[in-house]
């Protein structure tokens, strides 16, 4: 039996250092889409590396959400032919194959999490086991409890691969609740009362009534932000305004103006994002220079 090596697989279009690594140091790789590739898509694709000393030293510096790990004794062109059965899968509602990016580490713990056994086992293949390493967090799985009631050789006759309704139901829920938790993160960071208070040997005394103050602001305004996050997203996505600088823009001007819920938003504002004969980007920025004068970023 071959030994077991480790691969990774790197998104070009989140590690834009990818290709002039590759380009210095040519590690073993093998970009995961087809020739003859469109020249607008060499640095937005997905390549299949070994994880050699260099390639691990580099990875090992990344914060960007570059991909996954894959640990396999197959050869690189066995492992490339698998990867390469899901880089599009059909999806309820479309009649064309989407293109799905399986290698984003942000999703493919939800993505698996959806999977029936059998499914699992028809995604891992070859590999042995997968492992993704983002925003300080270290995971990592073989499903071997699952994937013992199937032969290793088995696998799915399907040659694309077909995820469900409920499958996609819970996949978008998943990535919804993520995206509002980073969002909540952002906004307490930008508006909750900070808690550094610069030192003075003459002031000890009115320092700490300054910082009691803004512990109870914190702990006031915190629940309000996590509220007010998720009604301004929901509230958004049910009147058509559905891009990140919008929403976010919106929000910044909720914190603002600390308005935190719908319901307590002026009546010109509702009057204006509700306005749906409008693109939805439209009316968030009209709302946003009319009420600061510029879009936040």
């Keep these: 039996m071959s030994q077991r090596m480790t691969w990774a697989v790197i998104d070009g279009a989140n590690e834009e250092g990818l290709l002039p690594f590759l380009a ?3 590690p073993p790789h093998s970009c995961l889409y087809a020739e003859p590739l469109q020249p607008e898509l060499i640095a937005l694709a997905p390549y299949l590396l070994e994880v050699t000393e260099e390639v691990a030293a580099w990875l090992a510096t990344k914060t960007s959400p570059w991909g996954i790990y894959l ?3 197959v050869a ?31 999703t493919i713990w939800d993505f698996c999490a959806v999977l029936s056994d059998w499914e699992i086992h028809s995604f891992m293949g070859p590999i042995e086991k997968i492992q993704s390493v983002y925003d300080g967090v270290v995971r990592e799985d073989g499903f071997e409890n699952i ?18 309704q409920a499958q996609l139901d ?9 995206y509002i938790a980073a969002l909540t993160g952002v906004m307490k960071v930008n508006y909750l009362p900070c808690l550094s208070i610069l030192a ?62 719908i319901e307590a938003m002026p009546a010109r504002w509702l009057s204006l994002l509700n306005d749906e004969q409008l693109p939805g980007y439209y009316r968030a920025e009209r709302l946003l220079k009319q009420e600061l004068g510029h879009i936040p970023r």
């Design 24 to 26: 210095e140091h040519n």
């Design 71 to 73: 640990h396999s004794s």
């Design 76 to 106: 690189m062109k066995e492992l490339r032919q698998h990867l390469r059965k899901f880089l599009q899968i059909q999806i309820p509602g479309e009649e064309k194959p989407v293109f799905f990016r399986f290698y984003d580490p942000r």
């Design 147 to 164: 994937r013992k009631q199937f032969p290793f050789s088995a696998q799915s006759r399907r040659k694309l691969f077909v995820l469900e």
């Design 170 to 178: 819970l996949l978008n829920k998943q990535a919804e609740a993520r």
């Design 200 to 261: 003075s040997s003459d002031a000890y005394g009115l320092l700490d009534e300054e910082k009691r103050r803004r512990e109870m602001l914190r702990k006031e305004r915190e629940p309000l932000i996590e509220s007010a996050v998720s009604e301004c997203f929901y509230f958004c996505k049910s009147k058509g305004i559905e891009d990140d600088r919008s929403i976010r823009g919106l929000l910044s001007l909720m914190m603002d103006k600390q308005v935190f819920s």
